[in-house]
């Protein structure tokens, strides 16, 4: 079904586009858990890691990758998947903070438990809810139950995933597959 004519769906596609350019990159829910798009960020960068950095991104910030490195790195940035997908990234993360570069997706970084732990304690966090990563039953936890990365829309680019979303209500979240 067809909304708008071409000329008008630019214009509210603009419009949708600036109003992200706005939004915040990253929450923090009940001081504990850290929640944004792609994942954590390394020490490496201005603010040594700490969740006070991201005050220095720039709003509106409509070219993450220009304007930010940290919040490009909050963007894209995934979990090390056990399931050997970064295999070639294994033996640089010694050498990296537990950071290493994204082969498979050709930007920003993967991170493994013990940078995710690192960053958890520097920030004295307990766990990370972030999107990002088709998930086949919308959802999935790694690395030791601290990361939950939950994925919204379900068939996505025609695959045969599941969709899933979080209701935070009383102290407790609970993850709801959808439909």
């Not at 700490?50 to 993450?64: D, G, R, T, V, W």
């Not at 920030?123 to 139950?145: D, M, T, W």
Request: glycine share 8%.
């Amino acid at each position: 079904m067809q909304l708008f004519d071409k000329a008008m769906g630019v214009k509210v596609w603009e419009a949708c586009n600036m109003a992200f350019d706005h939004m915040p990159l990253a929450a923090v829910i009940d001081r504990r858990i850290y929640c944004c798009h792609g994942g954590i960020f390394p020490p490496t960068l201005a603010g040594g890691g700490l969740l006070s950095a991201i005050n220095s991104i720039p709003c509106p910030l409509s070219e993450p990758e220009t304007q930010s490195p940290l919040a490009w790195e909050i963007l894209w940035n995934d979990p090390l998947s056990k399931d050997g997908s970064y295999g070639k990234n294994m033996m640089a993360l010694t050498d990296k903070n537990g950071f290493a570069p994204n082969t498979k997706r050709g930007t920003a970084h993967v991170f493994d438990e013990a940078a995710l732990e690192q960053f958890l304690s520097r920030n004295n966090l307990s766990h990370v809810i972030r999107a990002h990563e088709v998930q086949q039953a919308g959802f999935q936890i790694q690395q030791k139950g601290r990361i939950l990365t939950v994925f919204s829309s379900s068939a996505y680019c025609g695959g045969t995933n599941e969709a899933a979303c979080i209701l935070c209500e009383s102290y407790k979240l609970r993850v709801i597959r959808l439909d």
